[in-house]
């Protein structure tokens, strides 16, 4: 199942990455043959799972770590994402979105990364060449991982049951591999994210509260001439998602800048477990900082087309995966630290002018 996708350009890898040079498709084919053969059943919870990352691939191409040996960011991350589009675009995609979660996405990884390099290198290269580039990008574009944290989270939002059990065992097969790391980090912040929705209208309604205090203290400080007068909402990771949802409702009116550090609106956005109205229309000004070695913060530009004061920035915060995510962001003399305070500078004179 998990070879479907060729991690290296030697040997056998490098022979497959030749064939799927010729048929981009192949892999997503055979899992979907393999499949029926077994007498697997489709299921629309894993064709939403299949369909959310291969969106977060055409709207955020690589993501963490983008640069691919030889090309600039922007040259490779282009390259993923239009290769992305014709993958969700096709027919071989469509006939096999539902079964295999992880077959399927290691079978349209392999074809992301396959027309990616083509992409790249133009249809003059070596085969030698583009199977360089195309390991390099298949590489990067492996979140089987991030697939199986997407079960836990879409179960809890459709539903005990919603998502088959033998999607559940390869989850569990997956991170497996990766415990200890992934349990200090990755899933116990998971089990944050599923606490939080299982008792949101109260966290909601607390933090609503903490807002209102807020601006009635800086409304009396600023009368006081101590105070701009200003209330910025600030979300680390969990804290960002709970911040989302709740300036999307009523409380929006007692904030006047939205920043988020290493958290996951854009991608619970993607995969439809952000709350209703925060998925449908985003605070704004809202300024998202992320270390591209944070690998559980992504970008949130482009996922709401009608927002037009939505920013990313990156920062470089120092350090790997896992400690790049969490207290990293505003420990004393964080990058991220500096780059909020010199983004909500120009934000100051932007509300004066509007009367705030």
């Known amino acids: 199942m998990l070879d479907t996708m060729p991690e290296v350009a030697g040997g056998r890898a490098a022979t497959s990455w030749r064939r799927l040079r010729a048929d981009p498709y192949a892999a997503l084919r055979r899992v979907g043959d393999e499949c029926r053969s077994r007498g697997n059943e489709s299921s629309t919870a894993a064709a939403t799972i299949s369909d959310g990352f291969l969106l977060l691939w055409v709207e955020q191409g ?5 640069t691919v040996e030889g090309y600039p960011a922007e040259q490779a991350n282009d390259a993923v994402s239009r290769a992305a589009s014709q993958v969700r675009a096709s027919g071989d995609y469509a006939a096999v979105r539902g079964f295999d979660i992880f077959g399927v996405m290691a079978g349209a990884a392999s074809a992301v990364a396959s027309i990616g390099a083509e992409l790249l290198l133009g249809p003059d290269a070596s085969d030698d060449q583009h199977v360089q580039v195309a390991s390099a990008l298949g590489v990067k574009l492996n979140l089987l991982e991030w697939a199986a944290v997407a079960v836990v989270v879409l179960d809890n939002v459709l539903g005990e049951g919603q998502v088959p059990a033998l999607v559940g065992l390869m989850a569990t097969d997956a991170l497996r591999r990766a415990r200890r790391e992934l349990m200090s980090t990755g899933i116990l912040g998971i089990a944050d994210i599923l606490l939080y929705q299982r008792n949101g209208h109260a ?6 509260g903490a ?10 400080l600023q009368a006081a001439g101590q105070s701009e007068g200003r209330v910025v909402a600030l979300g680390n990771s969990l804290g960002g998602i709970i911040l989302a949802d709740t300036l999307a409702g009523s409380a929006g009116g007692d904030c006047d800048a939205f920043v988020t550090m290493g958290s996951q609106p854009g991608a619970l956005k993607v995969l439809g477990a952000l709350g209703k109205a925060a998925s449908a229309r985003a605070f704004e000004p809202w ?5 591209p070695r944070d690998f559980m913060g992504f970008k949130v530009t482009g996922l709401w087309p009608d927002a ?3 920013e990313d920035v990156e920062v470089d915060l120092g350090r790997g995966f896992p400690h790049s995510h969490g207290k990293s962001y505003y420990e004393p003399g964080s990058p991220a630290i500096r780059v909020m305070l010199e983004r909500l500078g120009p934000l100051a004179v932007d509300q004066a002018a509007r009367g705030h």
Request: proline share 7%; aromatic share 6%; glycine share 4%.
């Open 62 to 66: 690589l993501g963490p770590e983008p």
């Open 203 to 208: 966290i909601r309604r607390y933090v609503t």
């Open 308 to 310: 037009t004061r939505l």
């Open 287 to 291: 300024i998202n900082i992320y270390d």
């Open 211 to 220: 807002l209102r205090r807020a601006r009635a203290t800086e409304t009396h």
